[in-house]
């Protein structure tokens, strides 16, 4: 439950998996007769999220109502379609995101300074494509790349302002004047601290704790924190908690997650981008 909003699931297996969820969606039903609250048959919708052709379809009622089933649906700000794929959602993000580069463009014309451009860069158009990366982190190259595409535009926005042609702009140096990572460290950063909160108990989420699992070291000359696991495909392997295990291996040997405060983590972090001439 959040706010006005209800979600019930269940794995389903069987119909008669399909049934008990109808029987529980009848209780809540019933439960808001009760209570004097009405549904909305009409904004209520189903959804099977399955990787494979095969699933159990099932139609499911709201007192007497059939409910429209969906392929995509919005959850909390991210768009999630039945196989759990970013497709969509990058595909929303990057279009809007490029609407507003087009006026931040027009803006820029207006003669505003590159430090202004560069302030509404990171706090209006940034955070379109960076909210709640933990959830849809893509891995797939063409994503990474069309989102770095965006940031690259806007760099280059950047740099006519300064002077240099359009395809002239010398990218790096511009994004270490401005102090710009690229976003797919950024995503890493938003692990990082992602992971940190909830093994330090500032995100209190115990479902999502109780999948973090401890390595414990059988030899001294052990330093991985998280135990690392096979997985059969690229889709486990780059989900949000295999993930956030990944990035917890890598943290730097002399900082401590269970000690080192969120700020110093995500510049050591940083700093080992900026070693490389990949972040400014």
């Known amino acids: 439950m959040f706010a006005d909003d209800i979600k019930l699931f269940s794995v389903l297996n069987s119909i008669e998996d399909s049934a008990s969820l109808q029987r529980s969606l009848d209780g809540v039903s019933r439960w808001c007769d009760e209570n004097f609250m009405q549904l909305n048959a009409k904004k209520s919708m189903v959804m099977s999220f399955h990787r494979g052709e095969e699933f159990v379809h099932a139609n499911y009622y709201i007192q007497g109502v059939g409910l429209q089933r969906v392929q995509v649906v919005k959850d909390l700000g991210v768009h999630l379609n039945h196989a759990l794929s970013p497709d969509h959602h990058i595909d929303i993000i990057c279009a809007k995101a490029n609407r507003l580069l087009g006026l931040l463009s027009r ?27 933990v959830v849809w982190n893509p891995y797939y190259q063409h994503h990474i790349i069309r989102l770095e595409r965006i940031q690259g535009r806007f760099v280059r926005l950047v740099g006519t302002t300064l002077g240099f042609l359009f395809h002239e702009v010398p990218v790096d140096d511009v994004m270490k004047q401005f102090n710009l990572c690229p976003l797919e460290v950024r995503r890493e950063l938003a692990d990082l601290a992602f992971l940190s909160r909830l093994i330090n108990g500032s995100l209190d989420c115990p479902d999502l704790l109780a999948m973090i699992n401890f390595r414990i070291p059988r030899t ?50 940083v700093s080992l981008y900026v070693d490389r001439g990949e972040c400014g």
């Not at 505003?112 to 302030?119: G, P, R």
């Not at 949000?240 to 002399?254: D, K, Q, T, W, Y």
């Open 220 to 269: 001294t000359r052990s330093t991985e924190l998280f135990v690392r696991k096979y997985y059969r495909t690229n889709y486990l392997k780059n989900g949000p908690m295999a993930r956030l295990h990944s990035i917890g291996n890598c943290v730097p040997a002399e900082l401590d997650l269970f000690c080192t405060n969120l700020k110093t983590l995500k510049k050591k972090w």
């Open 107 to 133: 803006t820029a014309r207006s003669g505003l300074s590159t430090h202004s451009i560069s302030i509404l860069y990171k706090s209006l158009l940034r955070p379109i494509l960076e909210y709640a990366s």
